[in-house]
T-cell receptor, first 116, second 109 residues
Framework: GAGVSQSPRYKVAKRGQDVALRCDPISGHVSLFWYQQALGQGPEFLTYFQNEAQLDKSGLPSDRFFAERPEGSVSTLKIQRTQQEDSAVYLC??????????????FGQGTRLTVV | AQRVTQPEKLLSVFKGAPVELKCNYSYSGSPELFWYVQYSRQRLQLLLRHISRESIKGFTADLNKGETSFHLKKPFAQEEDSAMYYCALSVLDDYKLSFGAGTTVTVRA
């Protein structure tokens, strides 16, 4: 596809359920980012991959959050034992370059997670 | 740690009127500043970045290091400019963006 693709677009989970969110970055993009966007707020950084290496996971809010990108392409963000405060839009972004923030990041449509 | 502040949650202007979206940042070094835009039902996309010094869709933004600001301006707003605008910052040798809370712009006919 031409852009970053995320699935599912919407997810409703019962509290305590595990969820997995998928991101297909633009082909050939080295860098992949996950952001969390709560209602009425800007996106907040969660984690960063350079190819398959997870170089920064400082933004993950708890050890219930786990991300992987095993082959340096598709990435999955997993949230275990979901809580109501996990309700947010989860954005994935990819960029061609690595290391520098001034390489343009292309965003997916996001996955809206609602925990009930 | 760096921080981005957008003081206006909502901004409403008439078509043809000037529009200015405020963005202030806190960072002691030399940041890279960006404006991202999200139109209704579309994904977040880059509008402009300060290092390119471009004018995109009639918008400009000047980095003022003395005032630590990166305000976005357009002299004549159009209805298609109605959207959510986010100011963002990254720092040298870092890779993540720090976003402001966003400003919703409504351009009325």
């Amino acid at each position: 596809g031409a852009g970053v693709s995320q699935s599912p677009r919407y997810k409703v989970a019962k509290r305590g359920q595990d969820v997995a969110l998928r991101c297909d970055p633009i082909s050939g993009h080295v860098s992949l980012f996950w952001y969390q966007q709560a209602l009425g707020q800007g996106p907040e950084f969660l984690t960063y991959f350079q190819n398959e290496a997870q170089l920064d996971k400082s933004g993950l809010p708890s050890d219930r959050f786990f991300a992987e990108r095993p082959e340096g392409s598709v990435s999955t963000l997993k949230i275990q034992r979901t809580q109501q405060e996990d309700s947010a839009v989860y954005l994935c972004a990819s960029s061609l370059g690595s290391g520098s923030g001034n390489t343009e990041a292309f965003f997916g449509q996001g996955t809206r997670l609602t925990v009930v | 740690a760096q921080r981005v502040t957008q003081p206006e949650k909502l901004l409403s202007v008439f078509k043809g009127a000037p529009v200015e979206l405020k963005c202030n940042y806190s960072y002691s070094g030399s940041p890279e500043l960006f404006w991202y835009v999200q139109y209704s039902r579309q994904r977040l996309q880059l509008l402009l970045r300060h290092i390119s010094r471009e004018s995109i869709k009639g918008f400009t933004a000047d980095l003022n290091k003395g005032e630590t600001s990166f305000h976005l301006k357009k002299p004549f707003a159009q209805e298609e400019d109605s959207a959510m605008y986010y100011c963002a910052l990254s720092v040298l040798d870092d890779y993540k963006l720090s976003f402001g809370a966003g400003t919703t712009v409504t351009v009325r006919a």
